[in-house]
């Protein structure tokens, strides 16, 4: 076996620092989808979402069917054939053939007010779609907001451990050089077992809000390559309460629903009223009677309406006026007290997350930076420390999960209103 030559041991090693390179290379960053996107994606993957748009879908086939004209009648009819006549080669010779075509003319516009029944209808599957897509964008909202939450908090458990990591290599100087006591060191080092409890809660706290939203969006994405990015903050400045009233009355498809009832019973108690009207039935007849070669005729046929069988159904829809009247009212309550719930508790949560953001947060830091201080030289105690920290660490998980509380009572209130009016 000859040996490898120069140029082709080069070609062998820049081929193995290639493969190398791209062993290598990490694995390619999560993709973080904002809300809309997010919604983007539900709108187009929810199934649940795309069986109610079918409702809408099969309320406008009714419309076809709705406006159809009545179809005419035809009837072709031959008489007097005489198989034993005289003269058995001539049976049709007093035939007498004849043709007769009829149609139902419908009076007092019963077409026109089917149709427009059908078109009540349809908009009335569209408001309920538009209802249920709002409940469902709420739970997508929730969870969005959950796992936005989780990290934040996976962030701050984080930042926790790394800082109490510092604090334990400082303290093993300071054992080192004889400024503390083993046991304290041995009490630091215990302590971090809450911290590392804390990130690994959170880690899976994440994972299993992904979870959620992935099921949400029927998505089969790894977890480790979905990612959702936004603000996780909160909003000082709230709308004067009437502002949000007026935004549900405009918006909410459930209250839209209920009027559009309203409006559909007045045209089935129309239609209930027309159909108990005549409907005449034109007819004209052609045919031959020997010896009259040809002749036509017209005839119309009124039913002789005697007895009025339609008075029932008069009488249900025009009660049912009144039952969606009473309906649409008692909605337009529902709507007014959805909006005063949320905004209580929206008021509620800016005003606790003002006090923490201008007062305890600094507070709870500077109790502990004094307090580690102090002990670092012999002012305090190590339990007075650990308590300390124990503090700063609950006021920060606190106000975490209390914007937390807030953006939910936010998707609360848009789907109080009927549409995103807090982002």
Do not use: C
Request: charged letters at 25%; glycine letters at 2%.
């Amino acid at each position: 076996m000859r040996p490898a030559t120069l140029l082709e041991r080069s070609v062998w090693a820049v081929v193995f620092v290639a493969v190398s390179a791209g062993a290598q290379t990490p694995a390619p960053s999560p993709t973080a989808f904002t809300w809309q996107q997010i919604k983007d994606k539900f709108s187009g993957a929810n199934p649940t979402l795309k069986a109610a748009r079918s409702n809408v879908d099969e309320a406008k086939a009714n419309e076809i069917t709705a406006y159809l004209r009545p179809n005419p009648n035809a009837i072709f009819s031959i008489d007097q054939i005489d198989p034993f006549s005289t003269n058995p080669y001539r049976p049709f010779a007093s035939a007498f053939p004849s043709a007769s075509f009829s149609y139902l003319h419908e009076r007092r516009h019963k077409r026109e007010l089917r149709l427009e029944s059908a078109k009540k209808s349809t908009e009335i599957a569209e408001s309920m779609y538009t209802d249920q897509a709002r409940s469902l964008l709420f739970t997508l909202r929730n969870a969005f907001v959950q796992t936005l939450q989780a990290k934040a908090v996976l962030q701050n458990a984080k930042e926790n451990l790394e800082y109490w990591d510092k604090e334990l290599a400082v303290n093993r100087l300071r054992l080192q050089a004889g400024d503390m006591a083993q046991v304290d060191l041995n009490r630091l080092e215990l302590q971090r077992v809450q911290f590392e409890s804390d990130y690994e809660t959170a880690v899976v706290d994440l994972r299993t809000n992904k979870i959620q939203l992935l099921q949400l969006l029927n998505d089969r994405t790894p977890l480790d390559r979905f990612d959702i990015a936004g603000p996780y903050e909160f909003t000082e400045h709230l709308d004067p309460q009437d502002s949000f009233r007026q935004a549900a009355l405009e918006s909410r498809p459930d209250l839209k629903e209920a009027v559009q009832n309203v409006e559909l019973a007045d045209v089935n108690h129309k239609l209930a009223i027309a159909n108990g009207s005549t409907d005449p039935t034109f007819g004209v007849d052609v045919a031959r009677n020997p010896p009259i070669p040809a002749y036509f005729g017209v005839n119309v046929s009124i039913p002789l309406r005697i007895f009025d069988k339609n008075q029932g159904e008069k009488e249900r829809t025009r009660i049912d006026i009144e039952l969606h009247q009473r309906l649409r009212d008692a909605t337009e309550a529902q709507v007014y007290s959805d909006v005063d719930s949320s905004y209580v508790v929206l008021l509620q949560n800016v005003n606790l997350l003002h006090a923490y953001k201008t007062k305890y947060l600094d507070l709870a830091r500077d109790v502990r930076d004094r307090l580690e201080f102090s002990y670092q030289h012999g002012g305090a105690s190590l339990l007075d420390y650990l308590d300390a920290e124990k503090d700063y660490r609950d006021v920060r998980l606190a106000y975490i999960n209390l914007i937390g509380t807030y953006l939910t009572a936010a998707a609360q209130m848009n789907m109080a209103v009927g549409r995103e009016i807090l982002q």
